[in-house]
């Protein structure tokens, strides 16, 4: 009976570590997005502000964007909310899984090129370079953000 009680706080000890865990260097393969860019090489920049509405949603302005396959951009990102949000470009369906990963463990830190989390206030940026056309996402994935509404569309058309 000891051993069990006491495997039970070790389990319950080591569980709160793996939620503060570190999402580090996810994204080492190519990504069907694109790739991190180089500032110099921008050719646009896109100003994205994040906050939360009094109706209680929660958005990115703007939230759908058109660009060139090949263009580099610069995403100039503001949080003007009052809460915690993050600006994640990927595949609808890694976002989704990003998505399920950040329910489970809230408090997972990130260090990927293709995101970026920013505290009440804080401003940041991205750069990146869209090597495919096609549809993808931007998302804000601490729990509860995108169910309500925070979410984006970005289109890469071919040049």
């Not at 694109?34 to 100003?47: L, R, Y």
């Not at 953000?145 to 925070?150: F, L, R």
Request: include cysteine; charge should be negative.
């Amino acid at each position: 009976m000891k051993a069990q009680i006491f495997g039970f706080f070790v389990a319950a000890l080591a569980t709160p570590a793996l939620a503060g865990g570190n999402h580090a260097g996810g994204h080492h393969e190519a990504m069907a997005v694109g790739q991190p860019g180089k500032k110099a090489n921008a050719t646009q920049t896109i100003q994205v502000t994040m906050k939360e509405t009094d109706d209680g949603k929660m958005i990115f302005t703007p939230s759908t964007f058109k660009v060139r396959k090949g263009q580099t951009v610069r995403f100039l990102i503001k949080n003007a909310g009052e809460l915690e949000h993050e600006f994640v470009l990927d595949q609808e369906d890694n976002i989704m899984e990003h998505k399920a990963v950040m329910e489970k463990f809230p408090e997972m830190e990130h260090d990927d090129p293709n995101a970026i989390r920013l505290a009440a206030g804080e401003a940041g940026e991205i750069i990146w370079k869209f090597t495919n056309d096609g549809t993808f996402k931007i998302a804000c994935l601490v729990p509860g953000h995108y169910d309500a509404g925070m979410h984006g569309d970005v289109t890469v058309a071919k040049k």
